[in-house]
């Protein structure tokens, strides 16, 4: 086997599973991030309180991919973590998602389950077959009081526009139960590491194959240097920005140290559009198994992302596609660089489905390798998928 050459641009999971699958396969991969530590947006630090600060917001590992939950597993010690979300309306606090605790707490009812569920089916709005924005999803799926109390306000901070202009598809991250279960994700594996994310990205780039270059950016004037370029950074940034730049919103963490326990769980969310952030989130909540005098909340803030600030939510409305399909058709005509990721994508990915897509670009790479052709440009389709 030829040995090859990749450059990895970006240290987050997409890069450095594409590296380590690289490494071990007999290549070498050169891995760049401009930032001066590892893990991408996972990245996660103690503090002066000794609290594990999920820097880039707080990240809750979840999937139904036995395969994924295999390999990060490899790599450090995942604890069991069972994610609940709170949330205040006017000034009641909520036990997210929709359950049967929040409909009868909201309603001042005592519904069994199928009293509920018949409930809400009654205030759902079934003239909606075919829901395309946020809105019709929401009023399909719960109705207008539950939808006006706990997701246009919400989701107006979040996004910045008004639900009607947003996809079905974020709302459909978000499960609806009849029974008092409060988990806020409904996968069997969820999980946060017990010592951050940071050292199983470490763990995963320590192989003899693989070099790390810190506070360095990639130019794509240095890819001749290499075989092939694995591109996990923006896609808009890789063509100089030549069809404008992609949207995204950002968020400002606006942190406080407390003593003690500041709220009693780990986020709470501010759905009246008149509070000007939408959550509030404790990190010492994100690891139960310790215990801490002094507590760290970050209160987020979203707002549209500027050249300088840390894009976080691609927004993809109708304009962000029509530009992102030109950079799309620039980047299947691009020879030996591949665009892997969030922001090589320009898709909201959760971490499992990073790795999982970092996976499978890893084999297609090597397949395409063993039988001489030529390593395509994206192993998904980043415009035909959410
Ligand atoms: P990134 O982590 O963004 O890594 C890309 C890296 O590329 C960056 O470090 C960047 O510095 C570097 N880079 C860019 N351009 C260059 C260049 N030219 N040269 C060198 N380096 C460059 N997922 C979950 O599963 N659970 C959660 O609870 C969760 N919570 C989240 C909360 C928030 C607020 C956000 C925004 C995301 C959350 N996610 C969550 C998603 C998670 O952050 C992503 O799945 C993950 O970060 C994607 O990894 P990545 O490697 O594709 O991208
Ligand atoms: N959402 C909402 N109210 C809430 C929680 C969520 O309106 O209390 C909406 C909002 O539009 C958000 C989407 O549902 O962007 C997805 O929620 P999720 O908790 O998955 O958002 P994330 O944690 O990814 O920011």
């Known amino acids: 086997m030829v040995s090859r050459s990749f450059a990895i ?46 820097v880039y917001g707080p990240h809750i590992f979840h999937t139904q991919h036995q395969h994924v939950w295999d390999y990060i597993n490899r790599f450090g010690e995942m604890m069991p973590y069972r994610h609940t979300v709170r949330a205040m309306v006017g000034d009641t606090m909520y036990r997210m998602p929709m359950n049967l605790t929040l409909i009868n707490d909201f309603f001042g009812t005592q519904f069994t389950p199928e009293e509920a569920e018949a409930f809400v089916t009654s205030k759902a709005d079934a003239t909606i077959t075919n ?17 006006e109390a706990f997701f246009a306000g919400y989701t107006k901070k979040q996004w910045g526009v008004d ?15 009849f029974t008092a279960d409060d988990s806020y994700f409904n996968h069997p594996f969820q999980a946060i590491p017990r010592n951050g994310y940071t050292p199983i990205v470490q763990a995963i780039l320590d192989h003899p194959n693989i070099t790390v270059h810190l506070n360095t950016r990639f130019n794509k004037s240095q890819s001749g240097s290499f075989d092939h370029v694995v591109w996990t950074g923006p896609i808009d940034a890789y063509f100089n920005f030549e069809h404008g730049r992609l949207g995204y919103r950002t968020l400002d963490f606006v942190k406080e140290v407390h003593d003690g326990d500041f709220q009693g769980c780990p986020v709470l ?37 500027e050249e300088n600030d840390t894009p976080y939510y691609p927004i993809r409305l ?15 005509d691009e020879r030996n660089v591949t665009f892997l990721g969030r922001l090589g994508t320009y898709r909201y990915l959760d971490m499992d489905v990073t790795i999982h897509e970092a996976l499978q670009a890893a084999s297609g790479m090597l397949s395409a390798m063993a039988d001489g052709s030529d390593i395509p440009s994206f192993f998904t389709d980043p415009i035909g998928v959410a």
Request: glycine share 4%; charged share 25%.
């Open 9 to 54: 641009v970006g240290a987050g999971f997409s890069g450095a599973v594409v590296a380590r699958q690289m490494a071990e396969a007999g290549h070498t991969a050169t891995v760049y991030d401009t930032r001066p530590h590892v893990a991408g947006n996972c990245f996660t630090a103690r503090d002066e309180t000794d609290v594990m600060v999920h």
């Open 131 to 147: 829901p395309v924005s946020f809105e019709d999803q929401a009023l399909r799926f719960v109705g207008r009081e539950l939808y």
């Open 163 to 177: 639900p009607t202009e947003l996809p079905a598809s974020i709302l459909a991250r978000l499960p609806l139960r």
């Open 269 to 305: 969310n501010y759905c009246d559009v008149e509070v000007p952030y939408t959550r509030i989130t404790e990190h010492k909540h994100f690891a139960p198994w310790e215990t801490h005098e002094q507590t760290v909340t970050y209160r987020e803030y979203s707002r549209l992302c």
């Open 318 to 332: 109708v304009e962000e596609k029509d530009q992102l399909l030109n950079y799309v058709q620039r980047a299947r």
